[in-house]
């Protein structure tokens, strides 16, 4: 019995320090993991949308570049010339949400595409008036991978993906 409490240890020990060695094999070096976030970043997110955005002190920037995947609940356009979408995220990006999108926005995020209709309010003019795109024709019910910064809106207390970089669809419409 002893013998083969023995080996079993053996084994045991032998394969978590295998593990171990494949884990520190694959990990990225010093600074190669952050070149790689940081290409991510660029190749994702075009962060020159920022000059673009009314009243963007408001914004808390929680993430320079996310990816989400979900479906459009409602689409409402605002004064400001954005997009105001409710976005039901799929399962795994719940995290994102905090209460004010539970309470206030029918536990969706919220997307906001910039700059995408006409500007009814006479100090968010100029931020959109050089504005030439993405322009998005998101539609409710469609699924979307969407990119975009992850912010926290301090004036209304909800998380937001505000700009947002990209919409593309991802399945069919439901009902």
Not at 52 to 72: E, M
Not at 121 to 139: H, K, L, T, W
Request: glycine share 6%; hydrophobic share 35%; aromatic share 10%.
């Amino acid at each position: 019995m002893k013998k083969l409490l023995a080996m079993a240890l053996i084994l045991f020990v032998g394969a978590c320090s295998f593990f171990l060695a494949h884990r520190f094999l694959q990990s990225p070096g010093p600074g190669q993991g952050d070149q790689e976030s940081s290409q991510t970043t660029d190749a994702h997110c075009d962060q020159s949308l920022w000059q673009y955005v009314y009243n963007p002190s408001r914004l808390q920037v929680l993430n320079p570049c996310i990816s989400v995947t979900g479906a459009v609940e409602e689409i409402r356009k605002e004064a400001d010339g954005d997009v105001h979408i409710l976005f039901r995220l799929d399962r795994q990006f719940t995290a994102l949400l905090n209460e004010k999108n539970m309470s206030q926005q029918q536990g969706d995020l919220v997307l906001e595409p910039i700059c995408q209709g006409k500007v009814r309010q006479a100090d968010a003019a100029e931020p959109c008036s050089q504005y030439n795109g993405p322009y998005f024709q998101p539609m409710v019910g469609q699924r979307y991978l969407v990119w975009g910064t992850y912010v926290h809106d301090a004036d209304h207390g909800w998380n937001e993906l505000h700009p947002v970089t990209s919409m593309q669809p991802t399945e069919t419409i439901f009902e």
